[in-house]
């Protein structure tokens, strides 16, 4: 459990400090919420926030994302009626939730979106197929990666979008998963983001783990670029995404003690793509997260943390929950 060793050396500083700095980063329209977060608790001094990613800076030597759409389904679910529970699915035993129409985010929709899907690596043929992602074509899914031991990144995006969903829950939000151990792969990239349409979900996060070189560290949020052709338009979302997304990653340092990412975002934690169909094809407010990198050993031991899964989703409630209030 090492989810706190090597970068918080300034954990030891007064919590009064952290305390202020959290509280004025949640003053802060925006961008740099997490990394002043991040420099409170002691962070690396390694580059303060050279200014937000460009658009369409994604470059990454991400193995990954979008998860995708076509197929059989479980089908959009919940049409948008946001005080009752969607349909099928949100029902989970043991957890504990408010009467509908309790809490503070009753009335809310959110959709969660574990990338990726343990099945994925026997069904190659089907997710392969292209599918239209408004700026060209792409394919339909992806096996997600893997850490050295096996882990898969499906096995974590299912883990801490269950953990998410709880939390939500708890406080009154309707929550709906793109899928669960339900079908046999997929949903395709374009279908993850309609599911997220079709609810009208105030707010959709899609989680995954970065498959990155060893020694790149840490988490980033993916905002989507103002991408209008084709089917796509995010011209609409770009604004209340790049505030969902925000709110997520400063609250993601603070519940994890993990630094934004080392390799890409500048130190803000924050990229923004336009190669992603999940984010191209969104009506509603959506960002990526990548809480880590599989391919690194430290990285690996706080993902492979059930500890750690369960702050990293606290860090993710918190944000969804904070830009829903807002
Ligand atoms: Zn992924």
Not at 46 to 75: E, F, M, R, T, V
Not at 118 to 127: D, L, R, S, V, Y
Not at 149 to 155: C, F, H, L, N, R
Not at 230 to 244: Q, W, Y
Request: proline share 7%.
């Amino acid at each position: 459990m090492s989810y706190d060793e090597s970068h918080l050396p300034a954990r030891r500083r007064p919590l009064s400090r952290l305390t202020l700095v959290i509280a004025a980063a949640a003053l802060v329209p925006g961008a740099f919420a997490g990394w002043l977060i991040w420099q409170a608790a002691g962070g690396s001094d390694d580059g303060g926030p050279a200014g937000l990613p460009a658009q369409g800076s994604s470059a990454s030597a991400s193995a990954d994302p979008s998860p995708g759409s076509s197929g059989p389904g479980p089908g959009p679910s919940g049409t948008r009626s946001p005080s009752k529970p969607a349909s099928g699915g949100d029902a989970a035993p043991g957890d504990a939730r408010p009467a509908p129409g309790d809490g503070p985010l009753a009335g809310r929709t959110v959709v969660i979106d574990p990338g990726h899907n343990p099945g994925n690596f026997k069904h190659t043929a089907e997710i392969n197929k292209l599918v239209d992602i408004g700026t060209n074509r792409k394919e339909c899914d992806t096996t997600g990666t893997s850490g050295n031991s096996g882990y898969t990144e499906a096995e974590f995006t299912a883990d801490v979008s269950q953990r998410l969903r709880t939390l939500l829950r708890k406080e009154g939000a309707t929550v709906k998963l793109t899928h669960e151990n339900d079908r046999a792969w997929g949903p395709c990239v374009d279908e993850r983001a309609e599911i997220g349409n079709k609810a009208g979900a105030d707010a959709v996060i899609s989680i995954h783990a970065d498959g990155s070189a060893a020694g790149n560290r840490g988490f980033h949020v993916i905002l989507p670029a103002l991408v209008k052709s084709g089917g796509a338009d995010t011209s609409k979302i770009v604004t209340p995404s790049r505030d969902l997304g925000e709110r997520v990653a400063g609250n993601f340092v603070r519940t994890t003690g993990s630094a934004p990412s080392n390799y890409l975002g500048g130190g803000t934690g924050l990229d923004v793509r336009d190669d992603l169909g999940g984010l191209n094809l969104s009506t509603v407010p959506k960002v990526f997260i990548e809480c880590g990198n599989m391919r690194d050993s430290k990285d690996i031991a706080l993902l492979t943390s059930a500890d750690w899964r369960q702050k990293a989703a606290q860090g993710m409630a918190d944000g969804i929950s904070g830009f829903l209030k807002r």
